[in-house]
Protein backbone atom coordinates (compact mmCIF):
# COMPACT_ATOMS: atom_id res chain seq x y z
CA UNK A 1 0.00 0.00 0.00
CA UNK A 2 1.25 3.25 -0.68
CA UNK A 3 0.27 6.82 0.55
CA UNK A 4 -2.37 8.17 -1.68
CA UNK A 5 -0.93 11.11 -2.24
CA UNK A 6 1.70 8.88 -4.34
CA UNK A 7 -1.35 6.89 -5.95
CA UNK A 8 -2.26 10.87 -7.38
CA UNK A 9 0.99 11.71 -7.84
CA UNK A 10 1.37 8.25 -10.38
CA UNK A 11 -1.33 9.66 -12.32
CA UNK A 12 -0.03 13.31 -12.60
CA UNK A 13 -2.14 14.68 -10.41
CA UNK A 14 -1.29 17.37 -7.71
CA UNK A 15 -2.31 17.98 -4.23
CA UNK A 16 -4.87 20.85 -5.64
CA UNK A 17 -6.68 18.07 -8.08
CA UNK A 18 -8.10 16.45 -5.13
CA UNK A 19 -9.94 16.68 -1.38
CA UNK A 20 -8.90 14.03 1.17
CA UNK A 21 -11.71 11.90 2.44
CA UNK A 22 -9.89 10.71 5.81
CA UNK A 23 -5.67 9.48 4.61
CA UNK A 24 -6.83 6.38 1.80
CA UNK A 25 -9.68 8.30 -0.15
CA UNK A 26 -10.25 11.03 -2.11
CA UNK A 27 -12.56 13.30 -4.01
CA UNK A 28 -11.23 14.16 -7.41
CA UNK A 29 -12.32 17.94 -8.31
CA UNK A 30 -14.28 18.48 -11.00
CA UNK A 31 -12.22 20.83 -13.12
CA UNK A 32 -9.67 18.05 -13.40
CA UNK A 33 -11.06 16.67 -16.49
CA UNK A 34 -11.53 19.82 -18.56
CA UNK A 35 -8.20 20.41 -17.77
CA UNK A 36 -6.85 16.51 -18.65
CA UNK A 37 -8.40 16.82 -22.12
CA UNK A 38 -5.13 18.33 -23.41
CA UNK A 39 -3.14 15.52 -23.00
CA UNK A 40 -1.92 14.17 -25.62
CA UNK A 41 -3.04 10.91 -26.74
CA UNK A 42 -5.88 8.98 -24.76
CA UNK A 43 -5.62 5.60 -22.99
CA UNK A 44 -6.70 2.62 -23.96
CA UNK A 45 -10.22 0.79 -22.39
CA UNK A 46 -10.85 -2.59 -22.32
CA UNK A 47 -13.75 -3.83 -20.91
CA UNK A 48 -13.93 -6.94 -18.50
CA UNK A 49 -17.37 -9.27 -18.60
CA UNK A 50 -18.36 -12.65 -17.89
CA UNK A 51 -20.37 -16.14 -18.88
CA UNK A 52 -23.36 -16.59 -16.54
CA UNK A 53 -22.33 -16.04 -12.92
CA UNK A 54 -23.58 -19.16 -10.03
CA UNK A 55 -25.18 -17.34 -7.27
CA UNK A 56 -21.65 -16.07 -5.71
CA UNK A 57 -20.38 -14.83 -8.67
CA UNK A 58 -17.56 -15.56 -10.90
CA UNK A 59 -15.00 -12.64 -9.95
CA UNK A 60 -15.13 -10.19 -12.46
CA UNK A 61 -14.17 -7.67 -9.95
CA UNK A 62 -11.18 -9.25 -8.60
CA UNK A 63 -10.43 -10.19 -12.51
CA UNK A 64 -10.48 -6.11 -13.48
CA UNK A 65 -8.36 -5.65 -10.65
CA UNK A 66 -5.65 -8.22 -10.94
CA UNK A 67 -5.27 -7.37 -14.96
CA UNK A 68 -4.52 -3.78 -13.76
CA UNK A 69 -1.94 -5.20 -11.37
CA UNK A 70 -0.68 -7.46 -14.10
CA UNK A 71 -0.39 -4.59 -16.76
CA UNK A 72 1.31 -2.49 -13.78
CA UNK A 73 3.65 -5.33 -13.43
CA UNK A 74 4.83 -4.63 -17.19
CA UNK A 75 4.76 -1.64 -16.40
CA UNK A 76 1.69 0.09 -17.77
CA UNK A 77 0.65 3.24 -16.71
CA UNK A 78 -3.03 1.65 -15.60
CA UNK A 79 -6.10 2.60 -13.62
CA UNK A 80 -8.92 0.92 -12.70
CA UNK A 81 -12.31 2.45 -13.39
CA UNK A 82 -14.72 0.22 -11.08
CA UNK A 83 -18.50 0.73 -9.43
CA UNK A 84 -19.34 1.26 -5.65
CA UNK A 85 -20.88 -1.26 -4.18
CA UNK A 86 -24.18 -1.70 -2.72
CA UNK A 87 -25.04 -2.19 0.90
CA UNK A 88 -27.78 -4.47 -0.39
CA UNK A 89 -25.83 -7.87 -1.51
CA UNK A 90 -23.08 -7.05 1.68
CA UNK A 91 -25.60 -7.65 4.05
CA UNK A 92 -27.66 -10.03 1.30
CA UNK A 93 -25.84 -12.82 -0.20
CA UNK A 94 -22.56 -11.89 -1.96
CA UNK A 95 -20.95 -9.96 0.42
CA UNK A 96 -18.55 -6.84 -0.57
CA UNK A 97 -17.61 -5.88 -3.52
CA UNK A 98 -14.08 -4.68 -3.63
CA UNK A 99 -12.67 -7.66 -5.15
CA UNK A 100 -10.91 -10.39 -2.92
CA UNK A 101 -7.47 -11.70 -1.91
CA UNK A 102 -4.78 -10.40 -3.79
CA UNK A 103 -6.71 -8.61 -5.89
CA UNK A 104 -8.85 -6.14 -3.51
CA UNK A 105 -9.57 -2.16 -3.83
CA UNK A 106 -8.66 -0.68 -0.24
CA UNK A 107 -9.81 0.55 2.16
CA UNK A 108 -11.71 -2.23 1.89
CA UNK A 109 -14.35 -1.78 4.25
CA UNK A 110 -15.02 1.40 3.86
CA UNK A 111 -15.31 1.43 0.16
CA UNK A 112 -18.14 -1.40 1.22
CA UNK A 113 -19.84 0.26 4.17
CA UNK A 114 -20.88 4.09 3.22
CA UNK A 115 -17.86 4.67 1.23
CA UNK A 116 -17.96 8.72 0.53
CA UNK A 117 -21.12 8.74 0.73
CA UNK A 118 -22.19 8.95 -2.59
CA UNK A 119 -25.03 6.43 -2.22
CA UNK A 120 -26.71 7.75 0.40
CA UNK A 121 -26.53 11.45 -2.07
CA UNK A 122 -28.58 9.18 -4.76
CA UNK A 123 -31.28 8.20 -2.48
CA UNK A 124 -31.43 11.36 -0.69
CA UNK A 125 -32.18 12.99 -4.46
CA UNK A 126 -34.27 10.30 -5.20
CA UNK A 127 -36.42 11.10 -2.33
CA UNK A 128 -36.33 14.23 -2.33
CA UNK A 129 -38.23 14.48 -5.72
CA UNK A 130 -40.11 11.96 -3.85
CA UNK A 131 -41.43 13.85 -1.52
CA UNK A 132 -41.96 17.17 -3.33
CA UNK A 133 -44.24 14.88 -5.32
CA UNK A 134 -46.34 13.54 -2.71
CA UNK A 135 -46.37 17.42 -1.18
CA UNK A 136 -47.71 18.70 -4.57
CA UNK A 137 -50.31 16.54 -4.23
CA UNK A 138 -51.27 17.38 -0.63
CA UNK A 139 -51.25 21.09 -1.12
CA UNK A 140 -52.92 20.74 -4.66
CA UNK A 141 -50.22 22.73 -6.98
CA UNK A 142 -50.61 23.67 -10.28
CA UNK A 143 -50.56 21.45 -12.56
CA UNK A 144 -52.52 19.23 -11.16
CA UNK A 145 -50.76 15.36 -10.77
CA UNK A 146 -52.96 12.65 -11.45
CA UNK A 147 -52.38 10.49 -7.61
CA UNK A 148 -53.12 7.61 -9.87
CA UNK A 149 -50.39 8.20 -12.61
CA UNK A 150 -47.29 8.86 -10.31
CA UNK A 151 -44.35 7.21 -12.03
CA UNK A 152 -41.72 8.10 -9.61
CA UNK A 153 -40.79 5.61 -6.97
CA UNK A 154 -38.60 5.82 -3.37
CA UNK A 155 -35.43 3.81 -2.80
CA UNK A 156 -32.93 3.15 -0.20
CA UNK A 157 -29.51 1.45 -0.25
CA UNK A 158 -30.93 -2.15 1.38
CA UNK A 159 -32.50 -5.28 0.47
CA UNK A 160 -36.13 -5.04 1.64
CA UNK A 161 -38.36 -6.80 -0.26
CA UNK A 162 -41.41 -5.66 2.37
CA UNK A 163 -41.15 -1.89 0.77
CA UNK A 164 -41.43 -3.33 -2.96
CA UNK A 165 -45.67 -2.08 -2.92
CA UNK A 166 -46.84 0.01 -0.10
CA UNK A 167 -49.34 2.29 1.21
CA UNK A 168 -48.62 5.88 1.80
CA UNK A 169 -50.73 9.00 3.62
CA UNK A 170 -52.90 6.57 6.35
CA UNK A 171 -53.74 8.51 9.57
CA UNK A 172 -56.32 11.27 7.82
CA UNK A 173 -55.39 14.43 5.68
CA UNK A 174 -52.53 16.07 7.80
CA UNK A 175 -50.45 13.07 6.63
CA UNK A 176 -50.54 13.45 2.94
CA UNK A 177 -52.12 11.98 0.60
CA UNK A 178 -53.34 8.09 0.50
CA UNK A 179 -51.98 6.44 -2.31
CA UNK A 180 -49.76 3.08 -3.46
CA UNK A 181 -46.15 3.75 -4.13
CA UNK A 182 -43.23 1.72 -4.13
CA UNK A 183 -39.41 1.22 -3.38
CA UNK A 184 -36.77 0.04 -5.70
CA UNK A 185 -33.20 -0.52 -4.19
CA UNK A 186 -30.84 3.04 -4.86
CA UNK A 187 -28.39 0.83 -7.32
CA UNK A 188 -31.60 0.53 -9.57
CA UNK A 189 -32.74 4.46 -9.05
CA UNK A 190 -32.68 6.60 -12.00
CA UNK A 191 -30.93 9.16 -10.30
CA UNK A 192 -28.07 6.44 -9.97
CA UNK A 193 -28.08 6.27 -14.12
CA UNK A 194 -27.78 9.87 -14.30
CA UNK A 195 -25.40 10.45 -12.14
CA UNK A 196 -23.36 7.83 -14.00
CA UNK A 197 -24.25 8.88 -17.11
CA UNK A 198 -23.55 12.30 -16.66
CA UNK A 199 -20.33 14.06 -18.70
CA UNK A 200 -20.98 17.36 -16.81
CA UNK A 201 -22.83 19.42 -13.43
CA UNK A 202 -24.73 20.98 -16.73
CA UNK A 203 -26.00 17.70 -18.47
CA UNK A 204 -26.48 16.19 -14.90
CA UNK A 205 -28.74 19.59 -14.46
CA UNK A 206 -30.34 18.86 -17.15
CA UNK A 207 -31.01 14.78 -16.79
CA UNK A 208 -32.26 15.63 -13.68
CA UNK A 209 -34.80 18.51 -14.94
CA UNK A 210 -36.37 16.18 -17.50
CA UNK A 211 -37.22 12.98 -15.25
CA UNK A 212 -40.79 11.91 -15.82
CA UNK A 213 -42.43 11.83 -12.50
CA UNK A 214 -46.22 11.30 -13.54
CA UNK A 215 -48.97 12.77 -15.38
CA UNK A 216 -51.54 15.46 -14.13
CA UNK A 217 -55.07 15.36 -14.76
CA UNK A 218 -55.31 16.31 -18.60
CA UNK A 219 -52.74 13.56 -19.41
CA UNK A 220 -49.71 15.68 -19.49
CA UNK A 221 -46.11 15.12 -18.67
CA UNK A 222 -44.97 16.17 -15.56
CA UNK A 223 -41.29 16.45 -14.82
CA UNK A 224 -38.85 17.38 -11.90
CA UNK A 225 -38.22 20.62 -13.35
CA UNK A 226 -41.83 21.18 -13.17
CA UNK A 227 -41.66 20.73 -9.60
CA UNK A 228 -39.21 22.67 -8.83
CA UNK A 229 -37.14 20.31 -7.26
CA UNK A 230 -33.82 20.01 -9.65
CA UNK A 231 -31.90 22.60 -7.96
CA UNK A 232 -31.95 21.14 -4.81
CA UNK A 233 -31.58 17.24 -6.60
CA UNK A 234 -28.46 18.68 -7.83
CA UNK A 235 -26.91 20.24 -4.60
CA UNK A 236 -27.44 16.93 -2.95
CA UNK A 237 -25.51 15.06 -5.60
CA UNK A 238 -22.74 18.31 -5.89
CA UNK A 239 -20.50 15.94 -4.79
CA UNK A 240 -21.47 12.46 -5.22
CA UNK A 241 -20.61 13.58 -9.11
CA UNK A 242 -16.99 14.24 -7.78
CA UNK A 243 -14.73 10.65 -9.19
CA UNK A 244 -13.56 9.13 -6.17
CA UNK A 245 -10.00 7.55 -5.83
CA UNK A 246 -8.42 4.93 -4.09
CA UNK A 247 -5.91 2.27 -4.91
CA UNK A 248 -5.31 -1.85 -5.06
CA UNK A 249 -3.71 -4.48 -3.37
CA UNK A 250 -0.10 -3.10 -5.14
CA UNK A 251 -1.01 0.27 -4.86
CA UNK A 252 -2.50 0.78 -8.78
CA UNK A 253 -4.96 4.23 -9.13
CA UNK A 254 -8.64 2.96 -8.96
CA UNK A 255 -11.26 5.14 -9.60
CA UNK A 256 -14.47 4.70 -8.04
CA UNK A 257 -17.83 5.73 -8.84
CA UNK A 258 -20.93 5.19 -9.43
CA UNK A 259 -23.25 1.86 -8.61
CA UNK A 260 -26.11 0.75 -11.24
CA UNK A 261 -26.75 -3.04 -11.03
CA UNK A 262 -26.51 -4.69 -14.33
CA UNK A 263 -29.62 -7.19 -14.40
CA UNK A 264 -32.34 -4.12 -13.04
CA UNK A 265 -29.83 -1.38 -14.24
CA UNK A 266 -27.40 -0.38 -16.67
CA UNK A 267 -24.40 -1.18 -14.59
CA UNK A 268 -21.91 0.51 -14.97
CA UNK A 269 -19.44 2.75 -13.43
CA UNK A 270 -19.82 6.49 -14.23
CA UNK A 271 -18.58 8.07 -17.82
CA UNK A 272 -16.81 10.76 -15.65
CA UNK A 273 -14.58 8.17 -13.59
CA UNK A 274 -13.88 6.66 -17.01
CA UNK A 275 -13.19 9.13 -19.17
CA UNK A 276 -11.33 10.98 -16.59
CA UNK A 277 -9.02 7.54 -16.66
CA UNK A 278 -8.77 7.55 -20.22
CA UNK A 279 -6.90 11.42 -19.83
CA UNK A 280 -4.65 9.74 -16.94
CA UNK A 281 -3.73 6.69 -17.43
CA UNK A 282 -2.21 4.49 -20.60
CA UNK A 283 -4.44 1.78 -19.97
CA UNK A 284 -8.33 2.06 -18.21
CA UNK A 285 -9.76 -1.28 -16.91
CA UNK A 286 -13.30 -1.51 -16.35
CA UNK A 287 -16.12 -4.24 -15.58
CA UNK A 288 -19.62 -4.50 -17.39
CA UNK A 289 -21.65 -6.51 -14.20
CA UNK A 290 -22.89 -9.59 -14.32
CA UNK A 291 -23.01 -11.82 -17.63
CA UNK A 292 -22.18 -10.45 -20.65
CA UNK A 293 -25.75 -10.40 -21.51
CA UNK A 294 -26.78 -7.80 -18.86
CA UNK A 295 -24.31 -5.19 -18.33
CA UNK A 296 -21.68 -5.48 -21.23
CA UNK A 297 -24.61 -5.31 -23.75
CA UNK A 298 -25.95 -2.05 -21.85
CA UNK A 299 -22.29 -0.90 -21.52
CA UNK A 300 -22.21 -0.72 -25.30
CA UNK A 301 -25.16 -0.24 -26.56
CA UNK A 302 -25.94 2.79 -23.61
CA UNK A 303 -23.20 3.66 -22.10
CA UNK A 304 -20.56 3.64 -25.47
CA UNK A 305 -23.62 5.00 -27.14
CA UNK A 306 -24.10 7.93 -24.83
CA UNK A 307 -20.69 8.81 -23.94
CA UNK A 308 -18.67 8.03 -27.49
CA UNK A 309 -16.92 5.47 -26.11
CA UNK A 310 -14.92 2.07 -27.58
CA UNK A 311 -12.84 -0.62 -26.05
CA UNK A 312 -9.59 -1.51 -27.26
CA UNK A 313 -10.36 -5.44 -25.49
CA UNK A 314 -13.18 -7.33 -24.50
CA UNK A 315 -11.92 -9.93 -21.81
CA UNK A 316 -15.04 -13.08 -20.68
CA UNK A 317 -14.65 -14.47 -17.32
CA UNK A 318 -14.72 -17.64 -16.95
CA UNK A 319 -14.76 -20.02 -14.22
CA UNK A 320 -14.45 -24.03 -13.67
CA UNK A 321 -17.09 -23.84 -10.98
CA UNK A 322 -19.62 -21.79 -13.12
CA UNK A 323 -19.01 -24.34 -16.30
CA UNK A 324 -19.71 -26.82 -13.74
CA UNK A 325 -22.83 -25.18 -12.90
CA UNK A 326 -24.05 -24.70 -16.59
CA UNK A 327 -23.28 -28.36 -17.11
CA UNK A 328 -25.84 -29.82 -14.08
CA UNK A 329 -23.85 -29.61 -11.35
CA UNK A 330 -25.19 -28.46 -7.67
CA UNK A 331 -23.47 -26.62 -5.38
CA UNK A 332 -22.25 -28.89 -3.24
CA UNK A 333 -20.23 -30.69 -6.54
CA UNK A 334 -18.59 -27.23 -7.49
CA UNK A 335 -15.53 -28.08 -6.08
CA UNK A 336 -15.38 -32.04 -6.86
CA UNK A 337 -13.25 -31.84 -10.18
CA UNK A 338 -15.00 -32.84 -12.60
CA UNK A 339 -13.86 -31.98 -16.69
CA UNK A 340 -17.07 -33.63 -18.07
CA UNK A 341 -19.05 -31.00 -16.23
CA UNK A 342 -16.58 -28.33 -17.27
CA UNK A 343 -17.01 -29.39 -21.18
CA UNK A 344 -20.87 -29.95 -20.48
CA UNK A 345 -21.15 -26.09 -19.77
CA UNK A 346 -19.06 -24.71 -22.50
CA UNK A 347 -22.23 -23.74 -24.37
CA UNK A 348 -23.21 -20.73 -22.03
CA UNK A 349 -19.50 -19.53 -22.69
CA UNK A 350 -19.46 -19.84 -26.34
CA UNK A 351 -23.06 -18.18 -26.29
CA UNK A 352 -21.23 -14.93 -24.97
CA UNK A 353 -18.29 -14.96 -26.84
CA UNK A 354 -20.36 -15.12 -29.90
CA UNK A 355 -21.93 -12.20 -28.39
CA UNK A 356 -18.78 -10.45 -27.86
CA UNK A 357 -18.38 -10.80 -31.56
CA UNK A 358 -21.89 -9.57 -32.38
CA UNK A 359 -20.66 -6.31 -31.77
CA UNK A 360 -17.52 -6.41 -33.96
CA UNK A 361 -15.19 -7.11 -30.98
CA UNK A 362 -12.40 -9.70 -30.63
CA UNK A 363 -13.47 -11.71 -27.13
CA UNK A 364 -10.69 -13.30 -24.21
CA UNK A 365 -11.11 -15.42 -22.35
CA UNK A 366 -9.49 -15.27 -19.03
CA UNK A 367 -10.25 -18.61 -16.87
CA UNK A 368 -10.38 -16.71 -12.91
CA UNK A 369 -8.39 -20.22 -11.53
CA UNK A 370 -9.60 -21.38 -7.93
CA UNK A 371 -7.43 -23.63 -5.75
CA UNK A 372 -9.65 -26.40 -6.51
CA UNK A 373 -9.21 -26.13 -10.15
CA UNK A 374 -7.74 -29.17 -12.00
CA UNK A 375 -5.05 -29.18 -15.01
CA UNK A 376 -7.67 -31.68 -16.58
CA UNK A 377 -10.86 -29.07 -16.39
CA UNK A 378 -8.62 -25.99 -17.25
CA UNK A 379 -7.26 -27.81 -20.14
CA UNK A 380 -10.54 -28.57 -21.35
CA UNK A 381 -11.47 -24.90 -21.49
CA UNK A 382 -8.45 -24.16 -23.20
CA UNK A 383 -9.12 -26.81 -26.59
CA UNK A 384 -12.21 -25.44 -26.57
CA UNK A 385 -10.78 -21.85 -27.21
CA UNK A 386 -8.47 -22.74 -29.42
CA UNK A 387 -10.93 -24.70 -31.55
CA UNK A 388 -12.66 -21.37 -31.35
CA UNK A 389 -9.78 -18.89 -32.31
CA UNK A 390 -10.39 -17.28 -28.54
CA UNK A 391 -7.13 -15.90 -26.98
CA UNK A 392 -6.99 -17.76 -23.48
CA UNK A 393 -5.35 -17.01 -20.37
CA UNK A 394 -5.22 -18.54 -17.02
CA UNK A 395 -5.40 -15.56 -14.08
CA UNK A 396 -5.30 -16.20 -10.41
CA UNK A 397 -6.23 -12.86 -9.25
CA UNK A 398 -7.01 -13.72 -5.83
CA UNK A 399 -4.14 -15.83 -4.95
CA UNK A 400 -0.82 -13.83 -6.41
CA UNK A 401 -2.28 -10.84 -7.38
CA UNK A 402 -0.64 -8.97 -10.61
CA UNK A 403 1.87 -11.63 -10.60
CA UNK A 404 -0.67 -14.50 -11.33
CA UNK A 405 -2.44 -11.85 -14.05
CA UNK A 406 0.67 -10.99 -15.88
CA UNK A 407 -0.03 -13.49 -18.87
CA UNK A 408 -3.98 -12.06 -19.34
CA UNK A 409 -1.75 -8.47 -19.65
CA UNK A 410 0.35 -9.69 -22.03
CA UNK A 411 -2.61 -11.20 -24.19
CA UNK A 412 -4.80 -8.34 -23.66
CA UNK A 413 -1.64 -6.01 -24.91
CA UNK A 414 -1.02 -8.75 -27.59
CA UNK A 415 -4.71 -8.79 -29.11
CA UNK A 416 -5.77 -5.02 -27.96
CA UNK A 417 -7.73 -3.33 -30.88
CA UNK A 418 -4.73 -1.17 -32.69
CA UNK A 419 -7.59 0.22 -35.50
CA UNK A 420 -10.37 2.63 -35.53
CA UNK A 421 -13.19 0.51 -35.93
CA UNK A 422 -16.22 1.08 -33.89
CA UNK A 423 -18.25 -1.55 -32.26
CA UNK A 424 -21.56 -2.52 -33.70
CA UNK A 425 -24.39 -1.50 -31.52
CA UNK A 426 -27.18 -4.38 -31.68
CA UNK A 427 -30.18 -2.03 -32.78
CA UNK A 428 -30.16 1.26 -34.16
CA UNK A 429 -32.06 3.93 -32.25
CA UNK A 430 -34.39 4.93 -34.98
CA UNK A 431 -35.88 0.93 -34.69
CA UNK A 432 -39.02 0.85 -32.93
CA UNK A 433 -38.89 -0.49 -28.84
CA UNK A 434 -39.82 -3.65 -29.85
CA UNK A 435 -37.82 -4.23 -32.43
CA UNK A 436 -35.05 -3.32 -30.48
CA UNK A 437 -36.00 -5.65 -27.69
CA UNK A 438 -36.36 -8.44 -30.46
CA UNK A 439 -32.55 -7.53 -31.66
CA UNK A 440 -31.12 -8.24 -27.80
CA UNK A 441 -32.95 -11.10 -27.23
CA UNK A 442 -32.42 -12.60 -30.20
CA UNK A 443 -28.78 -11.89 -31.03
CA UNK A 444 -27.24 -11.86 -27.34
CA UNK A 445 -29.93 -14.29 -25.22
CA UNK A 446 -30.25 -16.45 -28.11
CA UNK A 447 -34.27 -16.40 -27.95
CA UNK A 448 -36.48 -17.00 -30.87
CA UNK A 449 -39.01 -14.58 -30.25
CA UNK A 450 -40.60 -11.85 -27.46
CA UNK A 451 -43.46 -12.33 -25.73
CA UNK A 452 -45.12 -8.77 -24.86
CA UNK A 453 -48.06 -8.25 -21.84
CA UNK A 454 -50.48 -6.00 -22.88
CA UNK A 455 -49.51 -3.75 -20.26
CA UNK A 456 -46.13 -3.89 -21.72
CA UNK A 457 -47.21 -2.80 -25.20
CA UNK A 458 -49.77 0.16 -23.89
CA UNK A 459 -46.53 1.26 -21.98
CA UNK A 460 -44.48 1.53 -25.24
CA UNK A 461 -47.30 3.14 -27.28
CA UNK A 462 -47.36 5.88 -24.53
CA UNK A 463 -43.47 5.92 -24.35
CA UNK A 464 -43.58 6.65 -28.54
CA UNK A 465 -46.37 9.06 -28.22
CA UNK A 466 -44.60 10.99 -25.74
CA UNK A 467 -41.42 11.56 -27.99
CA UNK A 468 -39.21 8.60 -26.13
CA UNK A 469 -39.29 5.86 -29.05
CA UNK A 470 -35.63 6.92 -30.18
CA UNK A 471 -34.09 6.20 -26.60
CA UNK A 472 -31.98 2.71 -26.11
CA UNK A 473 -33.20 0.08 -23.94
CA UNK A 474 -32.30 -1.10 -20.54
CA UNK A 475 -33.19 -4.24 -19.92
CA UNK A 476 -34.06 -5.66 -16.46
CA UNK A 477 -33.78 -8.87 -16.20
CA UNK A 478 -32.41 -12.63 -14.11
CA UNK A 479 -28.72 -12.53 -13.89
CA UNK A 480 -28.80 -16.29 -13.47
CA UNK A 481 -29.86 -17.51 -16.94
CA UNK A 482 -29.68 -16.35 -20.61
CA UNK A 483 -33.25 -16.68 -20.83
CA UNK A 484 -35.84 -14.26 -18.11
CA UNK A 485 -36.41 -17.55 -16.51
CA UNK A 486 -33.43 -18.39 -13.32
CA UNK A 487 -33.83 -21.95 -13.85
CA UNK A 488 -32.87 -22.36 -17.12
CA UNK A 489 -28.91 -22.90 -17.66
CA UNK A 490 -26.37 -23.29 -19.70
CA UNK A 491 -27.12 -22.25 -23.06
CA UNK A 492 -31.02 -22.43 -23.58
CA UNK A 493 -32.84 -22.88 -27.32
CA UNK A 494 -36.12 -22.67 -28.14
CA UNK A 495 -37.60 -20.11 -25.71
CA UNK A 496 -39.03 -16.88 -25.69
CA UNK A 497 -38.65 -13.97 -23.34
CA UNK A 498 -41.95 -11.97 -21.83
CA UNK A 499 -42.06 -8.12 -21.37
CA UNK A 500 -43.89 -7.22 -18.50
CA UNK A 501 -43.61 -3.59 -18.54
CA UNK A 502 -41.76 -0.83 -19.95
CA UNK A 503 -40.95 2.43 -18.12
CA UNK A 504 -39.61 5.97 -19.48
CA UNK A 505 -36.16 7.10 -17.77
CA UNK A 506 -36.41 10.06 -19.72
CA UNK A 507 -33.56 11.72 -17.00
CA UNK A 508 -30.92 8.72 -17.52
CA UNK A 509 -32.36 8.84 -21.76
CA UNK A 510 -33.59 5.19 -21.87
CA UNK A 511 -36.27 2.95 -21.60
CA UNK A 512 -36.32 0.39 -18.69
CA UNK A 513 -38.08 -3.47 -20.11
CA UNK A 514 -38.94 -5.44 -17.20
CA UNK A 515 -38.55 -9.01 -18.50
CA UNK A 516 -40.55 -11.99 -16.47
CA UNK A 517 -40.75 -11.98 -12.77
CA UNK A 518 -37.73 -9.57 -12.18
CA UNK A 519 -37.99 -7.21 -9.04
CA UNK A 520 -35.93 -3.90 -8.64
CA UNK A 521 -35.92 -4.51 -4.82
CA UNK A 522 -34.04 -7.43 -4.29
CA UNK A 523 -35.02 -9.28 -0.84
CA UNK A 524 -32.50 -10.83 1.82
CA UNK A 525 -32.14 -14.63 1.66
CA UNK A 526 -33.02 -17.31 4.40
CA UNK A 527 -29.51 -16.66 5.39
CA UNK A 528 -28.08 -12.93 5.16
CA UNK A 529 -24.25 -12.38 5.37
CA UNK A 530 -25.27 -9.66 8.05
CA UNK A 531 -25.33 -12.27 10.35
CA UNK A 532 -21.55 -12.88 9.78
CA UNK A 533 -21.05 -9.05 10.09
CA UNK A 534 -19.72 -7.29 13.74
CA UNK A 535 -17.40 -5.02 15.47
CA UNK A 536 -14.67 -6.12 17.77
CA UNK A 537 -12.69 -4.27 19.44
CA UNK A 538 -13.46 -1.30 17.39
CA UNK A 539 -12.64 -3.53 14.24
CA UNK A 540 -15.47 -4.14 11.56
CA UNK A 541 -15.11 -8.17 10.75
CA UNK A 542 -17.44 -10.26 8.51
CA UNK A 543 -17.39 -7.50 5.26
CA UNK A 544 -15.25 -8.66 2.28
Given at each position: ?R???????????S??DY?L??P??????P???M?R??????G?LV??S?M??T?????????????A???S???D???TC??????????????G????????LHPA?????????DL????A??N?L??????????R???????G????????D??D???R?I?????G?K???????????T??????A????????D???????R???????G?????A???????????L????????L??T??G?????H???F???A?????V??T??G???A?????E??FG???GA????????RS???D?A???L??T???????????????????P?R?AA???????H?E?????????I??L???L?????E????R??CAE???A?????P????GP?CT???????????T???P????Y?????V????????K?I???S??????A?????N??R??????L????A???????D??K??????D?????????I?A?????VA???DV?????L?????A????????TI????
Amino acid sequence: MRALSDVAQSLGLSPEDYDLWGPERAKIRPDVLMRRRSREGQGRLVLVSAMTPTPAGEGKTTTSIGLAQGLSQLGDSVVTCLREPSLGPIFGVKGGGTGGGKSQLHPAVDINLHFTGDLHAVSAANNLLAAMIDNHLHFRLEPRLHPGRIQWRRVVDMNDRALRQIVVGLGGAKNGTTGERHFDITAASEVMAILCLADSVDDLRTRLGRILVGFDEGGKPVTADTLGATGGMLALLKDAMRPNLVQTSEGVPAIVHGGPFANIAHGCSSVLGTRLGLQLADWVITEAGFGFDLGAEKFFDIKCRSAGLDTAAVVLVATARALKHHGGAEADAYGVPNPDRVAAGLGNLEKHLESVRHFGETPIVALNRRLEDTEEEIAVVRERCAELGVAFAVADPYGTGGPGCTDLARLVKQHAKTTDDPYRPVYTLEQPVEEKIAAIAKSIYGASGVAWTGAARTAANRARRLGYGDLPVCVAKTQSSLSDNPKLRNRPTDFEVTVRDLRINAGAGFLVALLGDVVRMPGLPKRPTAWDIDVVDGTIHGVG
